[in-house]
């Protein structure tokens, strides 16, 4: 059996896997806010209301943690946003969306449905999770189809 488990992992929408509830701050938050906001949800990253930028966890953590960066707890979100939402639809491949996240640098993405409305996140660790799960499930059918090839 010589497929590529590309194809089939890659081809999975990223709708199929589960999504978390998008959390979002005010762009007047200050960082402590958004500190509070991400400690207390658990979250990788927040969505900055009313703007299509985003403000990650290591970046609120960093910032915080080193006041000789010229950040402080009392600025606003804005000042630490980067990045731009990365949007996708169900349908599109997760392997596709992994490697936009890759490139683009993004701890996340968001997924919108028919209407463009924002149903969910996804983080780069659960996609990268479960795309690493479904490779070692084609890997453990590949080894048993080998082996059963073997003793006919």
């Given at each position: ?69 010229g950040f402080d707890a009392s600025m606003p979100t804005r000042t630490l946003a980067r990045g731009t939402l990365l949007v ?65």
């Amino acid at each position: 059996m010589s497929g590529d488990p590309q194809g089939v992992a890659g081809t999975r929408g990223i709708g199929e896997l589960s999504l978390h509830p998008v959390v979002s701050v005010r762009a007047d938050a200050t960082l402590l806010e958004a500190a509070r906001v991400l400690h207390r949800t658990g979250a990788s990253f927040l969505r900055i209301e009313e703007t299509n930028r985003i403000l990650d966890r290591d970046d609120v953590i960093r910032a915080l943690a080193d006041p000789d960066d010229g950040f402080d707890a009392s600025m606003p979100t804005r000042t630490l946003a980067r990045g731009t939402l990365l949007v996708v639809t169900p349908a599109t491949p997760a392997l596709a969306v992994l490697g936009e996240l890759v490139r683009c640098q993004l701890p996340g993405v968001f997924v919108i449905d028919a209407e463009h409305q924002i149903v969910g996140c996804l983080r780069m660790h659960d996609l990268v999770s479960a795309l690493l799960e479904e490779l070692s499930l084609l890997d453990g059918l590949r080894h048993v189809l080998h082996v059963e090839r073997g003793h006919w």
